[in-house]
């Protein structure tokens, strides 16, 4: 039997990150993952490889609808989708290494297998074949992150009806892909086969798309797909029934006036959430509270009700985000080690890998409205943008910025185009360190970038004096 200071169950970002650290403050430290591979859903079947798919997809469409403009012309143009797969492995692969690599470089124990709790101090790995090891620790942090949700009217076979993970390994682009939920995930996987040829129907339950982020942002996107990819949207509908054929997935929903829409696709990709994973981890051996959705509560210290057992990243409440899990690793370490980390949940920024790309940070103009706050509102298109017309000729896309009225604190910034994915970072330092509409507006940036919409929105909210619009 090993004895560890700390073990560590599940290998995603927050959980391989909250290994390294520990084991970089002095900590023995061990991990416990159940498939073959480290990286979690984020390396394995979530943010790295449908990031390459969608890159790979951008190269085509650009090339298919923009190079001639740029004076670049190009004959029989098609399409390898087994190539464009087969390069979305190898990046996993070599992702997924990095880790590997990681582990033995810090002296982290690696233990494949299904971890459980025995009792509070006691891990039990339980492999796919052999015996079973037990490990002791003083203290356990649960990283085992979400899986896709679902509901019971739902048929998921994974072949016609399937999850993110099967549209990360279809053997073909499909001809007609119905995404059911209108939210990051499906429309990010619905732009990659959008791109390559696809017809994409979204149905959502909700009035827009993307309905967690600010309005404004939801409302470009949509106009952004419907135009350029040729995306249909079916909203404020709500679905009855999703199930697959032999060769295709059927759906049945009612819109608003209770009318009955039926569509036939090649596939259904249900793209309705995630849900904390947790099964079969033995929390009730150990004491561990969980709350009505399934997920594990925490204190303000990300300590369950259990001294010694912490929990972060999907299991427990937040935006399901790997950047999340990863500070909230390095933050359970670092308390261990003794130290005073900090985390501002309101300033973990979200991002849609579309494009044009989405991205924001702090309060959106729906919560401000909602709490009676005061507040200023700052915009400036991309149109504008000499940068943005140089390079990408965009036609879409803004950068918003909302800050307190009497103050003029930044308390929220909403961004739609191009590289946004990016230029959000500016937004998080300055709200990190309290800064005003005008400190940003006062910064000089270069010229000609993308950022300058940033500092123009920043004028836009400080006093309406926008140089460029």
């Known amino acids: 039997m090993s004895n560890y200071d700390v073990v560590v169950i599940g290998s995603g970002p927050g959980g391989y990150v909250a290994a390294i650290r520990c084991a970089q403050l002095g900590m023995k430290t061990a991990i416990v993952e159940k498939y073959n591979t480290l990286g979690g859903t984020c390396l394995n079947v979530g943010c790295i490889p449908s990031k390459a798919l969608l890159d790979s997809s951008e190269h085509f469409h650009n090339a298919s609808h923009s190079f001639k403009e740029h004076g670049i012309d190009i004959k029989d143009l098609k399409v390898n989708f087994k190539q464009m797969i087969e390069r979305k492995r190898g990046v996993v692969e070599q992702t997924c290494a990095g880790i590997d690599f990681l582990m033995k470089k810090n002296k982290i124990d690696v233990h494949n297998g299904f971890g459980s709790f025995k009792d509070k101090n006691t891990i039990q790995v339980t492999p796919e074949k052999g015996d079973s090891v037990e490990l002791k620790t003083k203290n356990t942090i649960i990283a085992t992150g979400s899986k896709p949700a679902s509901f019971p009217f739902i048929q998921l076979d994974k072949k016609r009806v399937i999850t993110s993970t099967e549209a990360l390994e279809l053997d073909e682009v499909p001809k007609h892909m119905i995404i059911v939920g209108g939210g990051v995930i499906g429309l990010e996987l619905g732009s990659v086969y959008a791109r390559l040829g696809s017809k994409i129907s979204v149905v959502e339950y909700m009035d827009g798309i993307i309905p967690t982020m600010d309005k404004s942002l939801g409302k470009e996107l949509q106009k952004n797909l419907k135009k350029e990819l040729g995306f249909e949207f079916y909203m404020s509908h709500k679905v009855t029934e999703v199930k697959g054929e032999a060769k295709k997935a059927t759906l049945k929903a009612e819109n608003k006036k209770g009318e009955l829409v039926e569509l036939e696709a090649d596939y259904a990709l249900v793209s309705v959430g995630r849900r904390p994973y947790t099964d079969n981890l033995g929390l009730e051996n150990a004491g561990v509270k969980v709350d009505d959705r399934g997920r594990v509560d925490v204190d303000g210290h990300l300590q369950t009700n259990v001294p010694g057992i912490y929990a972060i990243g999907d299991v427990v409440k937040g935006a399901m985000l790997a950047h999340k899990a990863e500070e909230e690793g390095v933050f359970v370490a670092e308390a261990l080690a003794g130290q005073k980390p900090h ?34 509102s700052g915009m400036f298109p991309f149109k504008a943008s000499g940068r943005a017309r140089a390079s990408m000729d965009e036609k879409y896309g803004f950068v918003k910025i909302l800050s307190d009225e009497v103050t003029d604190e930044v308390l929220g910034v909403h961004m739609i185009g191009p590289r946004c994915a990016d230029l959000i970072i500016e937004a998080v330092v300055a709200m990190e360190y309290r800064a005003t509409a005008e400190d940003i507006s006062r910064i000089c940036h270069p010229h000609p970038t993308f950022t300058e919409a940033f500092k123009e929105a920043a004028l836009d909210a400080t006093e309406k004096r926008a140089l460029h619009i």
């Open 343 to 376: 985390i501002d949940h309101n300033l973990i920024p979200g991002v849609v890998y579309t494009w044009p790309e989405v991205a924001a940070v702090g309060k959106t103009e729906e919560e401000l409205k909602a709490a009676g706050a005061k507040y200023k």
